[in-house]
C-alpha cells in the first residue's frame, strides 16, 4: 500500500509539476504574443503618426471637350498641359477626383494636378473711417493684407504673398478657404464674409521650382474676405509668417513690379495670380457702408 502510495504521490506531483510547466508555457507564449501585438501595434502607431504628419492632398484632372474628338480629354499631369497655362480657367464642371490621395511631397514632385485657394483678405483704411463720403467724394478706400513668408521657407523664402492653402481630400472650396482663414490668421470662417471671386470656376497655377525638383500644378480657386475693425485686430499670424502689412490696393499693384527681391511676389507666375487677385479685388470688393 505505501509503495502505491508513493506511486500515486509521484503522480500526482509529475501530474501538478506538468500543469505548472504548461501554465507556465501558456503564460509565456501569452506574454510573447502581447509583447509582439505591442512592437507591431508601436511600430504601426509610429508609421501612422509619420503618415498622418506628412499632409496628403487629392489629385484630380481636368477634362474637357477636345474639338478634334467627341470624347473627353483629361489633363491631369505637368506634360499634358502646354507650356505657358499658368492663369488657364478652369470650369469646376471639368475638374474630377481621381481618388487617389497622395502626400504633398509626392504631387509636387510628380507635378500632379490638385486643388487650392488664395484670399485677398481687405479692410477699410484707417484714414477712411475717419472722414465721410461726403468729405472725401469718393467711397472709403480698401487696404490689403500682404503676408511676408519666413526665411525658413523651402520654396520663396522672405516673398510676399496672400492666404493660401491646398485643399485637403474631399473637402470643399469655401471649407478650405475658412481652415486657411483659421490656420494662417486666426481668424474663424464661420464669423467673417467670404466671396468666391471665380463663381463656377478655378484658376490653373503652373509654375516649377527645379532647384527643389517641384512643380506645381494647382487649379486655384480666389476668395476675397472683407474685415471690419475688430476683426483685423484679432489678426495672429502663424509661424509661417514673417511680417504682415495692410497695403492701399492701388500700392500693392505696383509691388507687383517693384525690382528688389525683398518686395516682390516669388516669381512671375506667382505675380501674374497676385495681379489677378488684386484686380477682382479691386473691382469686385463688396462696397463698404
Not at 502505491?4 to 504521490?9: P, V
Not at 509539476?17 to 509610429?46: G, K
Request: glycine share 6%; hydrophobic share 35%.
Amino acid at each position: 500500500g505505501g509503495k502505491k502510495m508513493n506511486i500515486n504521490t509521484k503522480n500526482t506531483q509529475f501530474e501538478m509539476s506538468s500543469r505548472r510547466t504548461s501554465i507556465s508555457c501558456a503564460l509565456c507564449s501569452a506574454v510573447m504574443a502581447i509583447l509582439y501585438f505591442l512592437s507591431r501595434s508601436s511600430s504601426n502607431i509610429t508609421e501612422n503618426v509619420v503618415a498622418g504628419s506628412a499632409h496628403t492632398i487629392e489629385r484630380f484632372a481636368y477634362c474637357r471637350a477636345d474639338s478634334s474628338n467627341p470624347e473627353k480629354r483629361c489633363l491631369s499631369e505637368w506634360g499634358d498641359f502646354p507650356s505657358h497655362s499658368n492663369l488657364l480657367g478652369i470650369p469646376d464642371s471639368g475638374l474630377r477626383s481621381l481618388d487617389q490621395v497622395l502626400s504633398i511631397d509626392t504631387i509636387h514632385s510628380s507635378g500632379l494636378l490638385h486643388r487650392g485657394i488664395w484670399i485677398a483678405v481687405v479692410r477699410t483704411a484707417v484714414k477712411s473711417r475717419l472722414r465721410s463720403r461726403s468729405e472725401s467724394g469718393s467711397g472709403p478706400e480698401r487696404e490689403i493684407l500682404l503676408l511676408r513668408r519666413t526665411m525658413a521657407m523651402k520654396t520663396c523664402p522672405g516673398a510676399l504673398g496672400f492666404v493660401g492653402e491646398h485643399s485637403s481630400p474631399s473637402e470643399d472650396w469655401m471649407d478650405t478657404a475658412k481652415r486657411g482663414l483659421s490656420e494662417e490668421l486666426g481668424l474663424l470662417g464661420n464669423e467673417l464674409s467670404i466671396t468666391d471671386m471665380t463663381p463656377g470656376s478655378s484658376v490653373l497655377v503652373q509654375t516649377s521650382y527645379p532647384e527643389f525638383r517641384r512643380r506645381e500644378l494647382q487649379a486655384t480657386k480666389i476668395f476675397l474676405v472683407h474685415l471690419e475693425a475688430d476683426q483685423a485686430r484679432r489678426i495672429k499670424g502663424d509661424d509661417e509668417i514673417a511680417e504682415m502689412f495692410w497695403s492701399p490696393l492701388r500700392d500693392a499693384l505696383a509691388l507687383i513690379e517693384n525690382s528688389k527681391p525683398n518686395d516682390r511676389f516669388c516669381n512671375e507666375e506667382l505675380s501674374d495670380l497676385a495681379e489677378l487677385v488684386l484686380e477682382l479685388a479691386e473691382s469686385g470688393a463688396p462696397e463698404v457702408p
